[in-house]
Nanobody, 117 residues
Framework: QMQASGGGSVQTGGFLRLSCVASGRTNLAMGWYRQPPGQEREFVAA????????YVGGAVRGRFVISRDVAKSTIYLQMNDLQFEDTAVYYCAASRGPLARFVGDYWGQGTLVTVSS
């Protein structure tokens, strides 16, 4: 199971940090997807279980940072310089495969991020 938190409303240029606590099997690559209103779900970022490697999607690269606290079984998504197009429901996910082939095999509930001017 995974429990995401940290969403909210913020003005453009602001920041938020999302958290996702995992229970059960935690030695999996984990990451974030998002689904903007009326659009398909898209990949945001992922991190290996150890957590030596990360991959950040092009739309947020340079603004978002993913990290992991293994002892707390928690991943974080630090979102900086938020823009209107970052408005979405953000989902944490875990993958049975390696980071290079990250797909969402397990899902947490979403947390809503709303960015306004």
């Amino acid at each position: 199971q995974m429990q995401a938190s940290g969403g909210g409303s913020v003005q453009t240029g602001g920041f938020l940090r999302l958290s996702c606590v995992a229970s059960g099997r935690t030695n999996l690559a984990m990451g974030w997807y998002r689904q903007p209103p009326g659009q398909e779900r898209e990949f945001v970022a992922a991190i290996s279980w150890d957590p030596k490697d990360t991959y950040v999607g092009g739309a947020v690269r340079g603004r978002f940072v993913i990290s992991r606290d293994v002892a707390k079984s928690t991943i974080y998504l630090q979102m900086n310089d938020l823009q209107f197009e970052d408005t979405a429901v953000y989902y944490c996910a875990a993958s049975r495969g390696p980071l290079a082939r990250f797909v969402g095999d397990y899902w947490g509930q979403g947390t809503l991020v709303t960015v306004s001017s």
